[in-house]
């Protein structure tokens, strides 16, 4: 990507557009600045008053996103753990946002996406449709230790 050299005042404006869109991680807005041709200190400063002014706050970013992606795109911990982590979020902000999820919410999306994809199974037989199943829920990043016990509710031998 080309970068595009505009005055400060002009990245000043852009970007507290570009934070009172969504909620942003530090580092996407370290990242836009960079891209509007701000020098390393001036990205800092910048940063450091869009903080003081509420405009970037992570730890609102990191709770907003776990939230959502769990809500809407039915991501366990484990997924949104990674992706916070990618976007280069403190590890207690990660930790604030993981606990931010309620744990009755998370075990019964849990046990929603275990039902809905054991009965898409329904062609397949006992341990196949297990494996297929907690696979599934792995990738969406739900812990092996949750998933599991729905597992042996779900499978009737002989099913």
């Known amino acids: ?94 930790k604030m946002a993981l606990q931010s999820i309620d744990q009755d919410d998370y075990l019964a999306k849990l046990l929603e996406l275990a039902n809905k994809k054991w009965n898409s199974l329904k062609g397949e037989r006992g341990l196949s449709r297990m494996a297929k199943t907690h696979a599934f829920l792995y990738q969406r990043g739900f812990e092996p230790a949750l998933i599991q016990p729905i597992l042996q509710k779900l499978y009737k031998p002989g099913t």
């Open 1 to 94: 990507m080309k970068k595009i050299r505009v005055g400060k005042e002009q990245a000043i404006l852009s970007i507290r557009h570009f934070c009172a869109y969504q909620e942003r991680a530090q580092q996407e807005v370290r990242d836009k600045l960079y891209e509007l041709g701000m020098t390393m200190p001036e990205v800092e400063e910048i940063i450091a008053n869009l903080i003081s002014e509420n405009f970037l706050n992570e730890e609102r970013f990191a709770i907003s996103f776990a939230g959502g992606h769990f809500r809407i795109k039915g991501w366990g911990k484990l997924k949104i753990n990674h992706a916070l982590y990618q976007k280069k979020v403190s590890n207690f902000n990660i």
